[in-house]
């Protein structure tokens, strides 16, 4: 088994950043093999049609009518107490809601995956912004209409011999205003606190050094398929590093488990410190924050219940639920973070 070095990085690695606030964790670049072992495993084909014509937007043999290219949940600081530097792997399905929860965990690696393939090419747009802009203000900038031209050039360069650039750089141009609408969406404070990983520099620094380095995969993945997260976890643990948070936004509540998705958990790399972090877009449980109930639980109670033939679905979790405050949950986990 290959273990990860140590997190912080030597004074020549860091040259190779440019320039990095002094506050900001530093990281230290992959060695060949530990790249290898990141970025070899194999992906599921994503070849699901859309639910035309069906009354559910998801179910098991289909996918949303709908590219969810930007968050839609704005509340995520009710994980932040769960998350904060913990550190480890991270894995996250849908776009930039992932970066607030990363930069919170100060994951060491990260897997961004998403069954929709507008969706991937989102999060290799997003790489290839922020790796052009050195500050907050410089990525917003190229989300403006008057940075369109900066941006497909940073598109351009960071994938110049991808066989998709044409098709990359029209969805920047199709969702560009929606992308950036949700942006400052997400980042204006209102009656209710919000938190989003371009409110604060380091954190931006960060997500910045992350993927300058390559630490954060973006690829196709599936919940319910059998490769993409089979093979996260065989590399986290070839990299001696636990995935110690999983963001699955509200995919659950639409179908019962499968044996596949059962088996992507159950056989994952997790340790005593990850947890799950999912959505309900649902009333049943009583207020709601925004539109959605937030849920954390212990990656290792979810395990321990997929593996009980009767957890049917994401339902059957919920009865072991704790009430925090209205319209936040925790399952396996105490509801007050300070006394774990």
Excluded at 245 to 273: C, G, L, V
Aim: net charge positive.
């Amino acid at each position: 088994m290959t273990t990860m070095r140590p997190i912080f990085a030597t004074s020549a690695a860091l040259i190779l950043l440019g320039s990095i606030p002094a506050h900001a964790n530093k990281l230290e670049p992959l060695t060949t093999k530990e790249r290898e072992i990141l970025y070899s495993s194999v992906e599921d084909t994503l070849d699901k049609k859309p639910c035309v014509g069906l009354k559910k937007r998801v179910m098991l043999h289909c996918r949303d009518v709908r590219h969810y290219v930007r968050m839609n949940e704005w509340y995520h600081e009710v994980w932040h107490p769960y998350v904060d530097k913990i550190g480890g792997g991270y894995i996250g399905v849908a776009s930039d809601q992932n970066l607030t929860l990363i930069a919170w965990a100060r994951s060491e690696v990260a897997w961004l995956m998403d069954y929709d393939p507008v969706v991937v090419k989102v999060n290799r747009i997003h790489k290839a912004l922020i790796k052009a802009a050195p500050d907050v203000a410089s990525y917003l900038a190229l989300w403006d209409r008057k940075g369109r031209k900066a941006a497909a050039e940073a598109i351009r360069k960071e994938y110049p011999t991808d066989a998709t650039l044409k098709q990359t750089l029209k969805i920047y141009r199709v969702y560009r205003g929606e992308i950036y609408g949700a942006i400052k969406q997400a980042m204006r404070q209102g009656k209710r606190k919000r938190s989003y990983w371009l409110h604060r520099a380091e954190d931006y620094a960060y997500i910045r050094q992350m993927h300058q380095l390559d630490r954060i995969r973006i690829m196709g993945g599936d919940l319910l398929k059998d490769k993409s997260l089979i093979g996260i976890g065989e590399a986290s643990r070839k990299l001696g590093i636990p995935v110690r948070a999983i963001y699955t936004s509200n995919a659950e509540e639409f179908w019962p488990y499968p044996e596949n998705f059962k088996q992507n958990f159950i056989r994952m790399h997790m340790d005593e410190k990850s947890v799950v972090l999912r959505t309900r877009h649902s009333s049943k449980y009583g207020p709601r924050i925004g539109s959605y109930v937030y849920i954390v639980q212990s990656g290792q109670d979810m395990q321990s219940q997929l593996k009980d033939p009767q957890t049917k679905g994401l339902w059957v979790m919920m009865r072991y639920r704790k009430a925090g405050k209205p319209g936040f949950f925790t399952i396996g986990r105490p509801v007050d973070p300070t006394s774990m």
